[in-house]
């Protein structure tokens, strides 16, 4: 399988590094030196691709979507900072017939997590004495925050019922690759769930996981149905 990476920075070198591991040959990278204004995603570049994996930044997300799916290429999106055009961009991949993975994290140990997470707010959602928080701390040239992580950390545990406020808050520094937390506190208890990222190793393997996966189908999914089997 012939992929493309889109944002050829830290992420895609190592994308690019686990890639033959997953079946594919990269035939196409791109980055602000053939990039900087779209001109690398044409027809020529693009003929035999299977796949595009797009770890590029939140500004350009919305327009390498458009332009690849419009040469009926499917993607897998890693950059976050973009959701609320998540409609837009969900559409334009249904009206293209092409295939979409998206998710504000590829890490699969974070996919667990947040099923953990969803289940401990449902659990705690009608026992009003345990407020809630989040957490989390990024590389300093994390370009958004809080990150796409912590809201979707958030917005599963409001989806479990959970409908008091939860306190979230973000730090930028160094070279962290990335540790979130979630807090239950009352006066009896603290319950805490944390996941740390070792390495980008794993938000580059999940995305090469999405990549198998979505060669040849349509739609627009997100990680996480692939992860519960859906």
Do not use: C
């Not at 996919?111 to 928080?133: C, H, I, M, Q, T």
């Not at 925050?145 to 809201?151: D, V, Y």
């Not at 973000?170 to 740390?196: K, Q, V, Y």
Request: neutral net charge.
């Amino acid at each position: 399988m012939n992929l493309a990476i889109v944002g050829y920075g830290k992420m895609g070198r190592l994308i690019e590094q686990l890639a033959p591991e997953y079946g594919f040959t990269v035939t196409l990278k791109l980055d602000e030196f053939n990039n900087a204004n779209y001109e690398g995603i044409t027809p020529d570049n693009f003929r035999g691709v299977d796949v595009a994996i797009d770890f590029s930044i939140p500004p350009v997300v919305v327009s390498n979507v458009e332009r690849i799916a419009a040469l009926g290429v499917n993607v897998v999106e890693g950059t976050t900072g973009w959701l609320e055009q998540l409609d837009h961009v969900k559409s334009v991949v249904e009206k293209a017939g092409t295939g979409m993975v998206w998710s504000p994290n590829f890490s699969i140990g974070v996919n667990v997590f947040l099923r953990l997470v969803a289940e401990a707010a449902r659990l705690l959602k009608d026992e009003p004495s345990y407020g809630a928080w989040g957490w989390e701390i990024h590389h300093s040239t994390k370009k958004d925050a809080p990150s796409g992580t912590l809201l979707k950390l958030v917005g599963e545990m409001k989806k479990a019922g959970y409908g008091r406020p939860i306190d979230a808050s973000s730090n930028r520094a160094g070279a962290h690759p990335g540790t979130h937390e979630i807090g239950f506190d009352s006066a009896a208890d603290t319950i805490t769930l944390r996941h740390s990222a070792r390495s980008r190793e794993g938000f580059a393997r999940g995305a090469l996981k999405a990549a198998q996966w979505v060669v040849g189908k349509k739609g627009f999914f997100e990680f996480s149905e692939i992860m519960s089997g859906r």
